[in-house]
């Protein structure tokens, strides 16, 4: 009966981590789907990555559960918990990352008709390349249970903020320059966010990582790398000064 019950409490414990990472490769495909689909204006991939939501969601909610039941019938302790509450707090990131593809993807339908500037729309697709990198990276680290490349992972975040940062800058310049760009820029800018915040939420599954195999949080106050914030009118009219000359 005791092996049973142990081979049981296994299985539930598979099962959870086998679910987190079908819904790491979901999120890893919705985000590149996302921006191929506002790289090319490809309206009917964005329809399906809207579509495609659904699955993370309805898998958050399974982990969830089976992560609650578990904790309930087996009342685990030491790592075994920490896996378990470590797996319903990665499950919450990998759905908001799916929400921000997604939304991504809506916005591929709002500029679809209109032109875009090619540097720029580059310069998202670098930034989501390196936010899929990210992805990996923090989802290979929870696989192999690295808190050591967790770390790694969180220190490369200032990358993708200091990128996003100058996207920021860009596309109010060029909003500037021509009020004409303002529909398809404001687009463009909001979907740099929403990846620049994908970088966050893999941050936040490298924190769990840590977590999970340390005990321990890592210090809350990481870097970040996001000036946009602290753009001004002046150095957005030294900028365009620039652009001119």
């Known amino acids: ?18 679910r987190i990472s079908e819904m790491g490769g979901q999120a890893e495909r919705m985000l590149e789907q996302a921006v191929t689909a506002l790289v090319r204006g490809d309206t009917a991939l964005a329809q399906s990555v809207i579509a495609d939501d659904v699955i993370l969601d ?71 390349e390196l936010a899929v990198d990210q992805l990996k990276d923090v989802l290979d680290a929870y696989g192999a249970r690295d808190h050591e490349r967790a770390i790694t992972v969180r220190d490369n975040d200032e990358e993708i903020d200091a990128v996003y940062t100058s996207i ?54 990481r870097p970040k790398k996001d000036r946009s914030a602290t753009v001004t009118q002046k150095s957005l009219e030294e900028a365009a000064e620039g652009t001119a000359g």
């Not at 398809?184 to 840590?210: P, W, Y």
């Open 58 to 128: 309805a898998a958050q909610r399974e982990v969830d559960e089976k992560a609650i039941m578990t904790i309930g019938k087996r009342q685990p302790m030491a790592i075994d918990l920490r896996e378990i509450v470590g797996a319903i707090r990665i499950s919450s990131d990998l759905e908001r990352i799916g929400d921000l593809a997604k939304n991504i993807a809506k916005r591929v339908l709002a500029v679809h008709n209109h032109a875009q500037p090619n540097q720029l729309v580059r310069g998202i697709e670098h930034l989501s």
């Open 168 to 221: 920021f800058r860009e596309l109010l310049t060029y909003m500037m320059e021509d009020p004409r760009n303002i529909t398809s820029c404001t687009h463009l800018l909001f979907s740099a966010k929403n990846i620049e915040r994908i970088g966050d939420h893999a941050t936040n599954i490298a924190e769990t990582i840590f977590y999970i195999k340390t005990g321990q949080e890592m210090e809350a106050d």
């Open 1 to 18: 009966m005791a092996s049973h019950i142990v081979s049981s409490y296994e299985d539930e414990l598979k099962f959870i981590v086998r």
